[in-house]
């Protein structure tokens, strides 16, 4: 019900930035938390960034005051602004949505999407 299309992954040196968009369509009645995810080779998926409808957010440590999150709640998209990158932030990041959506027979349920995951490669 909830499509996630993901963007701005590729290679990148040490100290380098990229950029990540991610844009959610299809049949909801809203998005509450938005986010990023990532997993390297080997790892468990872990949260990056986070955020709220009402704009909270939160960041891994490894992350914090390097990358950004935010998002257009008029347009569903979410964006992470990735400065300084590190050999470390190599890995697939996955966009991740909770969306109200509505469901047969009952009243609308909190749901949660994957993107397909785009690769963030940070060479030195």
């Known amino acids: 019900q909830v499509q996630l299309v993901e963007s701005g992954g590729g290679f990148v040196q040490v100290g380098g930035s990229l950029r990540l968009s991610c844009a959610a369509s299809g049949r909801f009645f809203s998005i509450n938390a938005m986010g990023w995810y990532r997993q390297a080779p080997g790892e468990q998926r872990e949260l990056v960034a986070r955020?709220?409808?009402?704009?909270?957010?939160n960041y891994a440590d490894s992350v914090k005051g390097r990358f950004t999150i935010s998002r257009d709640n008029a347009n569903n998209t979410v964006d992470l602004q990735m400065n300084s990158l590190k050999h470390e932030d190599t890995a697939v990041y996955y966009c991740n949505v909770l969306a109200v959506v509505p469901h047969p027979g009952t009243s609308p349920v909190f749901t949660n999407y994957w993107g397909q995951g785009t690769q963030v490669t940070v060479s030195s």
């Open positions: 955020i709220t409808s009402g704009g909270t957010t």
